[in-house]
């Protein structure tokens, strides 16, 4: 798996541009709406230089963050010392998937973003990041779209790469940092989920609308409120979701002991 600490600082400028605020607002959204309201323990698991981890420890959460790069938790925890009242709340930890301490400690949810499309097939991950939840837990899990793949390629006007992309029917294309990635569908991630003893919640398309657009798309303030509660509402939904660039699965293990808390929709 690439280092991703020699694409760090693209990546880094993509997260601070319009696009990529679309996605982690997205999906820190729906994280937040599922979890409790008081503190909650959670595992960031390929947190990279830490934009989730600093979002969710904002909210009040402890979050260890994991990445089995050294560059980027030296991303991370400069983004951490930057922020000095969210130290308390954050743990840092070099670790990989499949070499996370299986020392017993269990999350009130695993987050794992942007990470399944760099392995070659999701089950083994799935399996390591579902027995770490804990009874009434959650597992966040948002990658590549392989039901869209050939659709950016497509609304951008580079018709032989989207054609060649949907002829051959395919499940890996180049992402935006120029690596080639791989795709899962939403129905296949929460057939996994199920087989770990989760029970999947819906899911949503991450980038519908606006994926195509260059990085230089940078919309105002009340222009980018429009464009993220547009994305909001339609990634519930079919066929919108479908053609989304990535897919937000999240799936919860049952309580065994029952509380009275009450959990609402996230909508």
């Given amino acids: 798996m690439t280092d991703f600490a020699l694409v760090g600082d693209a990546y880094a400028a993509h997260s601070q541009r319009a696009r990529g605020r679309l996605r982690h607002d997205l999906v820190a959204r729906r994280v937040l709406a599922e979890l409790p309201t008081g503190p909650a323990r959670i595992l960031d698991a390929g947190c990279g230089d830490g934009e989730m981890t600093l979002r969710l420890a904002a909210a009040g959460h402890h979050v260890t963050a994991a990445d089995p790069s050294a560059g980027m938790l030296e991303a991370a925890a400069r983004r951490l010392a930057a922020r000095p009242g969210l130290g308390s709340r954050v743990r840092l930890l070099e670790a990989a998937i499949d070499t996370l301490p299986a020392d017993g400690e269990r999350f009130d949810a695993v987050c794992c973003h942007g990470v399944l499309m760099y392995l070659d097939d999701p089950a083994d991950a799935v399996a390591r990041l579902a027995g770490l939840v804990a009874d009434g837990g959650l597992l966040s899990i948002l990658t590549k779209n392989r039901a869209a793949i050939g659709v950016r390629e497509a609304l951008r006007g580079d018709y032989a790469t989207a054609r060649r992309l949907i002829d051959r029917g395919g499940d890996t294309s180049v992402g935006h940092l120029g690596l080639p990635t791989r795709g899962d569908t939403a129905d296949a ?79």
């Fill in 189 to 267: 991630l929460d057939d996994l989920a199920r087989e770990h003893g989760l029970a999947p919640l819906p899911w949503q398309g991450v980038r519908i609308f606006h994926d195509h657009l260059e990085d230089t798309w940078d919309p105002g303030g009340d222009a980018y409120e429009e464009a993220l509660e547009t994305e909001w509402a339609a990634s519930w939904l079919s066929p919108y979701r479908d053609l989304a660039r990535q897919v937000h699965t999240l799936a919860r293990r049952q309580e065994v002991v029952c509380h009275d808390r009450e959990r609402h929709p996230p909508r």
